[in-house]
């Protein structure tokens, strides 16, 4: 058998938008994988490369013939296999001649229904030159792309237009056929510095020859040297980078070849709102900008340039060019916006559509201000100062700078309301009320801010949940899963008490017309349950303790999150836990199969054994310091006392049959344990635990 060799695979393309490339990069490397095992080629490691040109793939180590495919076939039961005269039946006849072999050859399978016919067909090892090419295919086909392009007049559609082909396995380039082109044993270097072809004679050798070629083909070597040098320039200039890791991986998927440079902008727009300038540096020429050394904005910034120019200063003096443009564009709806005051925009919110049927921006924020008078003492923020920041937050929608840099919306409102001379805590909750915007955004740090993006989040998601307009599957087109998830971020970070079902009603109830069914207030809260679950287990909570606790429906995420962190902490530090969970597990299993009445009182009199004596004596110590307990919420304490029922309710399933044939001793000894049972329950449904 012939020795492993390494694979090559690389699609050559128009530049990949530099979102797409890490998620592309990761599902072909896992693609290929999934691929080689399902042919039956063993492999090593795969590295993985990806840049605005190229996707590609080098697979140590991989096997020249596949392993033998062994296939079960299964054919009818054993039952009908012979007559009454024990000869093979028709059925089991044929069975064994689409097999290719006589009927006494076949096997016998022991399966759930029974024994069956089967055959075990091993297929012949093939070689892998023969299968890599329809595996290369099958992987481009597979490959997760969120949009598709078509070029020239074929059918084929790709993420961009692909150029070449490359699939070698060792020396032997394989003949792969895609997008009418056909693989070649040659890559191509960077677009202006060496556009001919590469010639790569084995894959070991690929990453070295393109960089021969001026093209960085490791996306993390890539991201780690322009982090170096941006680190080192801005060092020599005596200047702060603001590089946060999305504009790094963003920088390195538009560079094959990284240059860094530095650029400059006139002082006199340092006087426009810092978070314009910087919106306008990162999100639209994707440059870095700089603070110097008294964490002020710095009129510099660094950019990556993908090619090393003899004439740097050319390429400073386009970028700055540019930037200056973009810039002046930003002073002047500054200078344009603050002479109309965020309150003589308001009235003309209301030729602004909302969206079809939840009114104008007008009316939404009508709706908010009655909303964040409701919210405010939970936040402990005064009701009339969030009210007039509930009536301006959306004013700003209506500015220039804001219709040019959507990005700014919420923010510029904050600066506008403070030139208007409103209060700092209104400026403040306008400035904060859209955070967080996304995963990896901040809170709003200030309650006033929380309060009304709360406020605004709910208002949002109930008044698209009235009009059907719910997430489905992977569409979201309203952002509803970030809008819930950014309540709860809230909430839990800033420790707030709010009460979903509450604010859900309140929400409902602010609309007019009135949209306050039942059935949307349920789909709501059901919505926020799948968005908790979520949640929770990415704080890393296990799954089953997730469930145990929101089957008991707690409307408020922090209560929630305590009752968690409680039962979390109960079982993996009590030693007890495990045996007190599948206690009360059997516990609700005998209550579960025996009606009985719901008030029905224990009554002490009716006690046969000392047992029944000694549970509820030590039930009657305990229970007013575990009702006190709960209403504190100080759950992992009430755990500590329930956990010391253990001894004594195993006592009395030893001394005593409580499903007893006396009706009067089961109800009162059923009675006794529901007392028990609704204490856990107030936590959480134990039952519901998977244990360690």
Same mark, same amino acid.
């Given at each position: 058998?012939?020795?492993?060799? %390494?694979?090559?695979? =690389?699609l050559?393309?128009? =530049?990949?938008?530099a979102r =797409?490339?890490?998620?592309?990069?990761d599902?072909?490397?896992?693609?290929?994988?999934?691929?080689?095992?399902?042919?039956g +080629?063993q492999?090593?490691?795969?590295?993985?490369?990806?840049?605005?040109r190229r996707?590609a793939?080098w697979i140590r180590?991989v096997?020249r013939q596949s392993?033998?495919?062994?296939?079960l076939?299964?054919?009818?039961p054993?039952?009908?296999?012979?007559?009454a005269?024990?000869?093979?039946?028709?059925?089991a006849?044929?069975f064994a001649?689409? *097999?290719?072999?006589?009927?006494d050859d076949?096997?016998?399978?022991?399966?759930?229904?029974?024994?069956?016919?089967?055959?075990?067909?091993?297929?012949?090892?093939?070689?892998?030159?023969g299968l890599?090419?329809?595996?290369a295919?099958?992987?481009v086909?597979?490959?997760?792309l969120?949009?598709?392009?078509?070029?020239?007049t074929?059918?084929?559609?790709?993420?961009?237009?692909?150029r070449?082909?490359?699939l070698?396995?060792?020396?032997?380039?394989l003949?792969?056929?895609?997008?009418?082109? *056909?693989?070649?044993?040659?890559?191509?270097?960077?677009?202006?510095?060496?556009?001919?072809?590469?010639h790569i004679a084995t894959?070991a050798?690929y990453?070295?020859?393109?960089?021969?070629a001026q093209?960085?083909?490791d996306?993390?070597?890539r991201?780690?040297?322009?982090?170096r040098k941006? &680190?080192?320039?801005?060092? #020599?200039?005596?200047?702060?980078?603001?590089?946060?890791?999305?504009?790094?991986d963003?920088?390195?998927g538009l560079?094959?070849?990284?240059?860094?440079?530095g650029?400059?902008?006139?002082?006199d727009y340092?006087?426009?709102p810092?978070?314009?300038?910087?919106?306008?540096?990162?999100?639209?020429?994707?440059y870095?900008?700089l603070?110097?050394?008294?964490?002020?904005?710095? /009129?510099?910034?660094?950019?990556v340039?993908n090619l090393h120019?003899?004439?740097?200063?050319?390429v400073?003096?386009?970028?700055?060019?540019v930037?200056?443009?973009r810039?002046a564009?930003?002073?002047?709806?500054?200078?344009q916006?603050?002479?109309?005051?965020l309150?003589?925009?308001?009235?003309?919110?209301a030729?602004v559509?909302?969206?079809?049927?939840?009114g104008? +921006?007008?009316?939404?924020?009508l709706?908010l201000r009655?909303?964040?008078?409701?919210?405010a /003492?939970?936040?402990?923020?005064?009701?009339?100062i969030?009210a007039r920041a509930?009536?301006l937050?959306?004013?700003?929608?209506?500015s220039?700078?804001v219709?040019?840099?959507?990005?700014?919306?919420g923010v510029m409102?904050?600066?506008?309301a =403070?030139?208007?001379g409103e209060?700092?805590?209104? @400026?403040?909750?306008?400035a904060?009320?859209?955070?967080?915007a996304?995963?990896?955004?901040?809170?709003?740090?200030d309650?006033?801010g929380?309060?009304l993006?709360?406020? %605004?989040?709910l208002d949002?998601l109930?008044?698209?949940f009235?009009?059907?307009?719910?997430p489905?599957?992977?569409?979201?087109?309203?952002?509803?899963r970030r809008?819930?998830?950014?309540?709860?971020?809230i909430v839990?970070d800033?420790q707030?008490p709010?009460?979903?079902d509450?604010?859900?009603?309140?929400?409902?109830?602010a609309?007019?017309?009135?949209? @306050?069914?039942s059935?949307?207030r349920?789909?709501?809260?059901d919505?926020f349950?799948d968005?908790?679950?979520?949640?929770?287990?990415? #704080?890393?909570?296990?799954p089953d303790q997730?469930?145990?606790?929101?089957?008991?429906?707690?409307y408020e /995420?922090?209560?929630a999150r305590?009752?968690?962190e409680?039962?979390?902490r109960?079982? @993996?530090g009590?030693a007890?836990?495990?045996?007190?969970?599948a206690l009360i597990k059997?516990?609700?299993?005998?209550l579960?199969?025996?009606?009985r009445?719901s %008030? *029905?009182?224990?009554?002490?009199?009716?006690f046969t054994?000392? @047992?029944?004596t000694?549970?509820?004596e030590?039930?009657q110590? +305990?229970?007013?310091p575990v009702?006190?307990q709960?209403? #504190?919420?100080r759950?992992?304490?009430?755990?500590?006392l329930l956990?010391g029922?253990?001894p004594?309710?195993d006592?009395?399933?030893?001394?005593?049959?409580v499903?007893?044939?006396?009706?009067?001793l089961?109800?009162?000894r059923?009675?006794?344990? &529901?007392?028990?049972?609704?204490?856990f329950?107030?936590?959480?449904?134990?039952?519901?635990l998977q244990?360690?």
């Amino acid at each position: 058998m012939s020795a492993p060799e %390494d694979l090559l695979l =690389e699609l050559g393309c128009e =530049e990949l938008p530099a979102r =797409e490339q890490m998620p592309l990069r990761d599902a072909a490397a896992e693609g290929i994988a999934r691929l080689l095992e399902e042919a039956g +080629l063993q492999y090593g490691s795969i590295h993985s490369y990806v840049t605005p040109r190229r996707l590609a793939l080098w697979i140590r180590d991989v096997s020249r013939q596949s392993l033998p495919q062994e296939t079960l076939r299964r054919g009818p039961p054993m039952a009908r296999a012979r007559d009454a005269q024990g000869k093979p039946t028709a059925a089991a006849e044929g069975f064994a001649r689409s *097999c290719g072999i006589r009927f006494d050859d076949l096997l016998t399978l022991e399966t759930d229904k029974g024994p069956i016919l089967a055959w075990r067909e091993v297929g012949a090892t093939q070689d892998s030159h023969g299968l890599l090419p329809e595996i290369a295919s099958k992987l481009v086909a597979g490959l997760p792309l969120r949009k598709r392009m078509r070029w020239g007049t074929r059918s084929d559609h790709f993420l961009r237009p692909v150029r070449w082909l490359l699939l070698r396995q060792g020396r032997q380039v394989l003949d792969w056929n895609l997008f009418g082109l *056909c693989s070649g044993g040659e890559s191509f270097g960077h677009r202006v510095h060496h556009p001919q072809a590469v010639h790569i004679a084995t894959p070991a050798d690929y990453a070295a020859s393109l960089h021969q070629a001026q093209v960085m083909v490791d996306f993390a070597e890539r991201r780690t040297h322009i982090d170096r040098k941006i &680190a080192a320039l801005a060092e #020599e200039m005596a200047v702060m980078p603001i590089l946060p890791a999305s504009l790094l991986d963003e920088i390195t998927g538009l560079n094959e070849w990284p240059v860094v440079l530095g650029g400059s902008f006139a002082e006199d727009y340092l006087r426009v709102p810092e978070e314009a300038l910087i919106t306008v540096m990162m999100q639209h020429q994707r440059y870095v900008p700089l603070r110097d050394g008294h964490h002020r904005l710095a /009129p510099h910034y660094l950019f990556v340039a993908n090619l090393h120019s003899q004439n740097a200063q050319m390429v400073i003096s386009g970028n700055n060019r540019v930037l200056r443009a973009r810039l002046a564009d930003a002073a002047f709806f500054w200078d344009q916006d603050r002479q109309v005051s965020l309150r003589t925009r308001r009235e003309a919110l209301a030729g602004v559509l909302f969206q079809d049927g939840l009114g104008s +921006l007008l009316d939404k924020t009508l709706r908010l201000r009655t909303l964040v008078t409701t919210f405010a /003492p939970l936040f402990a923020v005064d009701a009339a100062i969030m009210a007039r920041a509930a009536e301006l937050c959306k004013s700003d929608l209506l500015s220039g700078l804001v219709g040019e840099f959507p990005e700014l919306q919420g923010v510029m409102g904050g600066h506008y309301a =403070e030139h208007d001379g409103e209060q700092a805590q209104v @400026a403040t909750a306008i400035a904060q009320h859209y955070l967080p915007a996304g995963r990896d955004d901040t809170i709003p740090a200030d309650p006033h801010g929380q309060c009304l993006a709360v406020a %605004d989040k709910l208002d949002t998601l109930c008044g698209f949940f009235a009009i059907g307009k719910i997430p489905t599957g992977d569409r979201d087109p309203f952002a509803l899963r970030r809008a819930a998830l950014g309540v709860l971020r809230i909430v839990l970070d800033g420790q707030i008490p709010l009460n979903l079902d509450a604010a859900i009603r309140s929400t409902l109830a602010a609309y007019r017309p009135a949209v @306050a069914h039942s059935e949307t207030r349920t789909a709501v809260l059901d919505f926020f349950q799948d968005r908790m679950r979520v949640y929770f287990r990415e #704080e890393g909570f296990r799954p089953d303790q997730i469930t145990a606790v929101l089957s008991r429906q707690p409307y408020e /995420p922090l209560d929630a999150r305590q009752r968690l962190e409680a039962l979390a902490r109960f079982q @993996a530090g009590h030693a007890a836990a495990e045996a007190l969970a599948a206690l009360i597990k059997r516990v609700n299993n005998l209550l579960r199969k025996e009606t009985r009445s719901s %008030d *029905c009182p224990v009554d002490p009199g009716h006690f046969t054994d000392p @047992a029944e004596t000694a549970l509820w004596e030590h039930w009657q110590a +305990l229970e007013q310091p575990v009702r006190a307990q709960l209403a #504190e919420r100080r759950y992992a304490a009430t755990l500590d006392l329930l956990a010391g029922l253990r001894p004594v309710v195993d006592q009395l399933f030893d001394a005593v049959m409580v499903l007893d044939e006396n009706p009067v001793l089961r109800q009162n000894r059923l009675a006794l344990l &529901a007392q028990i049972q609704e204490a856990f329950l107030h936590i959480a449904d134990f039952s519901l635990l998977q244990g360690n």
